[in-house]
């Protein structure tokens, strides 16, 4: 099937979906330094602004993949929803659901949609998309007529150390279609599996450290976890310092990309994680080329899907359309 790719980002959903021979037929992202990734991995430059592009131009298709900017629905962004103008891109997104009638959307974004606004803003949505949802049909009559269905997954279910949850909504233009979210699995790699010993990083500042060792004390179990090989500090502040120490990372977001503080640090091997770790807690294969800036590379990881969800998911949508 045919697929497009808006706010395409560094490419998440196209290497999952190429994974299964799928054929990307548009992409388009408003970062600059997003594309440059892009580029180096798909030949394709799609530096678009699509509240100005002419749907008209977009070739048809069956499957809409869209991670709408998260960050006005997201705690980290303040979460200003529609009044932000990345909030109303949604409404870019139905207008080309409207023209070109994809058998197929796959959208995701932050789990803080579901209650942002009192769960205002995620009926909103729901309002608009659904004739269905999760099987149930709506009363709404003006819709654009999809079979619905959402859930929130971890990344850590789906055999990826990291601690993200993300909130997933499928459509179908075929109504008798009964569509079910993967089944979580054991988590059989971790992060002692993705970590290296020596690898590239950014050096932490003397300050930082003594905010790490000042909120480490504190921890009721800190003889216990000192030592830990995998323990993770992130969010360092003069105010918090958070920590994991259970061999998954946290959250990987696009705060990362605003200073090293943001990035989880190795507090036993004194340093941060690299970017190729980084690459791998979100299921990007070994071989993907990144563009020459560090800090935006850091912000777009943090911005990207994990991949191996986007499979997962992808994997039951074909499953779903067979039966």
């Not at 459509?171 to 020596?198: A, C, R, Y």
């Not at 800190?222 to 918090?240: F, G, Q």
Request: charged share 30%; glycine share 6%; proline share 3%.
């Amino acid at each position: 099937m045919r697929f497009i790719d808006l706010f395409c980002g560094i490419g998440g959903f196209r290497v999952a979906l190429e994974n299964f021979n799928q054929k990307c037929v548009f992409s388009a992202d408003n970062n600059k330094f997003a594309c440059e990734s892009y580029y180096k991995n798909f030949n394709e430059f799609p530096f678009i602004d699509i509240k100005k592009y002419d749907f008209n131009k977009i070739p048809d298709f069956e499957i809409l993949c869209a991670g709408f900017p998260c960050q006005p629905f997201s705690i980290a962004g303040y979460r200003k929803g529609f009044k932000d103008p990345r909030g109303t891109l949604f409404f870019d997104i139905v207008k080309i659901i409207e023209k070109k009638k994809p058998k197929i959307i796959f959208l995701e974004n932050v789990k803080g949609l579901l209650s942002h606004n009192e769960g205002k803003t995620f009926k909103t949505i729901i309002k608009i998309l659904a004739k269905k949802e999760n099987g149930i049909k709506l009363n709404n009559k003006k819709n654009l007529g999809y079979n619905i269905f959402w859930k929130v997954l971890n990344s850590k279910d789906y055999n990826i150390p990291q601690n993200r949850e993300r909130l997933f909504i499928i459509g179908f233009e075929d109504q008798s279609i009964k569509f079910k979210f993967p089944e979580k699995e054991k988590l059989k790699i971790k992060l002692e599996n993705i970590i290296k010993k020596k690898e590239e990083s950014k050096i932490i500042s003397k300050q930082s450290k003594n905010y790490i060792k000042k909120f480490l004390l504190k921890k009721k179990n800190y003889k216990i976890i000192k030592n830990l090989k995998y323990l993770v500090a992130n969010e360092v502040r003069k105010s918090r310092c958070h920590f994991r120490y259970d061999n998954i990372s946290p959250c990987l977001t696009t705060k990362m990309g605003t200073g090293g503080n943001n990035v989880p640090y190795l507090v036993n091997y004194d340093r941060f994680f690299s970017i190729r770790e980084l690459l791998q807690l979100q299921g990007f294969p070994k071989n993907f080329k990144l563009c020459d800036s560090y800090n935006e590379n850091l912000k777009q990881i943090g911005n990207s899907v994990t991949i191996n969800v986007i499979s997962k998911i992808f994997k039951n949508i074909l499953y779903s359309l067979k039966y």
